[in-house]
């Protein structure tokens, strides 16, 4: 753990599974991750994978990442494609309502996966001026409510989309039939949705907005089932989907 890293007054670190760290906020009542799947496991295998694969003939990937939180989602889809040594331009674009958090991650213990990427410069242009670019990549974080950033967005431009809010339970308006046809709206039609939730009024919520909903589990079972949303038929190789059609 970096001892520099000065902990936001509604953050307490976790330790998960994988050695990596989460961490506790307060407000929510909730960590931002499953800390017996792993921080940055769970990050790689519910949304990064699942994401990559739907996307993998395209050479830019425009992402939405509900919510930028800790950075994991978007941290692990610039080490992905590092590592891959894929040469896909990534655009994404994040909301985040806690305006204090991202200028308390430039010592988060990320981790050693991470070590790969300009973490510090990253962190340091998306605190200085939201956001973040070179050759290959644009990150832009907004600090606004999901549920206002939604409607700027315009409809059809998001490829792959990181449902990733804290749970419908402490989150719900972010889980809603509304923001769900929001989702929608704004998903191309070739898109994917990720997310950790196998809530079945989640699902239901997503069906009724039109989407294609999967139970979505790896093939090693290297973490827990979750579900992927798309306007098409999905074909993931390294996941078993089972479709989910419950009225």
Request: net charge negative.
């Amino acid at each position: 753990m970096n001892p520099n890293f000065q902990t936001p007054s509604n953050l307490m670190l976790k330790s998960s599974a994988d050695g990596s760290f989460s961490a506790y906020n307060e407000a929510f009542d909730e960590c931002y991750h499953s800390l017996k799947d792993g921080a940055l496991q769970e990050s790689l295998y519910k949304h990064i994978i699942p994401a990559f694969s739907a996307c993998e003939d395209l050479q830019e990937i425009t992402i939405l990442d509900i919510c930028f939180g800790l950075g994991y989602n978007t941290l692990t889809s610039l080490y992905y494609r590092q590592i891959h040594a894929l040469p896909t331009r990534l655009v994404i674009y994040s909301p985040e309502i806690d305006h204090t958090l991202i200028h308390n991650l430039k010592n988060f213990p990320y981790p050693k996966e991470f070590d790969v990427l300009p973490i510090q410069k990253i962190l340091t242009a998306l605190t200085n001026t939201d956001t973040y670019q070179d050759t290959n990549t644009y990150i832009e974080v907004r600090i606004i409510d999901a549920c206002e950033y939604i409607h700027t967005i315009t409809t059809h431009s998001i490829d792959v989309i990181y449902q990733d809010a804290f749970s419908p339970s402490k989150n719900p308006a972010l889980w809603s039939k509304e923001f769900f046809a929001q989702l929608y709206r704004i998903l191309r039609p070739n898109g994917i949705l990720t997310t950790y939730s196998q809530s079945s009024s989640i699902r239901k919520n997503a069906l009724a907005c039109g989407f294609l909903v999967y139970d979505c589990t790896h093939k090693d079972k290297l973490v827990r089932s979750g579900s992927v949303m798309s306007k098409s038929a999905l074909h993931l190789p390294h996941y078993h989907l089972k479709p989910y059609n419950k009225a």
